[in-house]
């Protein structure tokens, strides 16, 4: 197979948070991606998250990228919630790779990791708008209850995430959706 085509998804070493160039270009793919996808749900100016965050996460072991020729395609920060659950969060795929299967395959990498890590559901909260449909959340509900993920509770962002209110722009809430892990993968 031709290595330019071969898409490998990793750990970021901890040790990587001080990679300022990296730590940037994964935060701008983070916003990039969820600039578009929660358009409409944010104040004007609000970023999805900070260079910052992206390290804490990356020295906490939380963060994985994918790439194709050493290019950044993809990340997506991995969790351990309890005994029993992972969650990701995070998801991104570089837009102009779209529907290459960059999505699918952090999410099967996420899995695949707290699974051997013991879990044995995944979780993901999935943001909301209250009182009508937004195309990419109406997108992704589909997608993930294509790969198995079933919506559970339901609750305000002010529940979950009390921070976050002041910055949303229409009235919100947090779909979580669930997974049992298959046993053949722990």
């Excluded at 330019?4 to 040790?15: G, Q």
């Excluded at 909301?128 to 198995?148: A, C």
Aim: aromatic share 8%.
């Amino acid at each position: 197979m031709n290595r330019e085509n071969v898409l490998d998804t990793v750990w970021l070493p901890p040790a990587q948070a001080g990679d300022p160039r990296l730590m940037s270009s994964v935060t701008e793919l983070v916003n990039e991606v969820y600039e578009e996808a929660e358009k409409g749900l944010w104040a004007a100016g609000t970023a999805r998250t900070s260079r910052e965050e992206v390290e804490s996460f990356t020295r906490a072991g939380e963060m994985a990228v994918a790439r194709v020729a050493g290019e950044l395609v993809g990340c997506v920060r991995i969790r351990r919630l309890d005994a029993h659950t992972g969650e990701f969060g995070m998801l991104a795929a570089a837009p102009g790779r779209r529907g290459t299967g960059i999505g699918r395959a952090l999410v099967a990498f996420a899995e695949q990791e707290s699974a051997r890590r013991g879990a044995d559901t995944m979780q993901l909260e999935l943001l909301v708008p209250r009182g009508w449909s937004h195309p990419s959340k109406v997108f992704l509900d589909e997608w993930y209850t294509r790969i198995g993920y079933r919506a559970g509770r339901t609750g305000a962002i002010e529940d979950f995430h009390p921070q976050l209110a002041p910055h949303l722009a229409t009235e919100c809430d947090f779909v979580v959706y669930r997974k049992v892990l298959d046993a053949a993968a722990r």
